[in-house]
């Protein structure tokens, strides 16, 4: 129900964008965002967005990353730029249909996750 793409291998420094596409089957989504899972370690919440576009970042990616969402393509992007070998990992969108904030979000649907190979 939801598809992200956009990942791939890139260098360190330099820029990319993920895109995530929810299914018109999910109504209603409030909260959406982007969580992250490195080998061997545990999955992190990257990047959170309110419908009205209030964001929240995890520490480590602040003013690098920018999380935005069309609501009316019920989307959801995370631009990030300054890549560095430690944003290697796989990346997961996902979506809250609660009306739970974006510091309570809870997904309740998840994408696929793609891949993103950060090398130094």
């Known amino acids: 129900q939801l598809q992200a793409c956009g990942g791939g291998l890139v260098q360190a420094g330099v820029s990319l964008t993920l895109s995530c596409a929810a299914s018109?089957?999910?109504?209603?989504?409030?909260?959406m965002g982007w969580f992250r899972q490195a080998p061997g370690k545990q999955r992190e919440l990257v990047a959170v967005i309110s419908r009205g576009g209030t964001t929240n970042y995890l520490d480590s990616v602040k003013g690098r990353f920018t999380i935005s969402r069309d609501n009316a393509k019920n989307m959801v992007f995370l631009q990030m730029n300054s890549l560095k070998p430690e944003d290697t990992a796989v990346y997961y969108c996902n979506a809250d249909v609660s009306g739970r904030s974006i510091y309570s979000y809870t997904p309740a649907y998840w994408g696929q996750g793609t891949l993103v190979t950060v090398s130094s």
């Open positions: 018109g089957t999910i109504s209603r989504i409030n909260v």
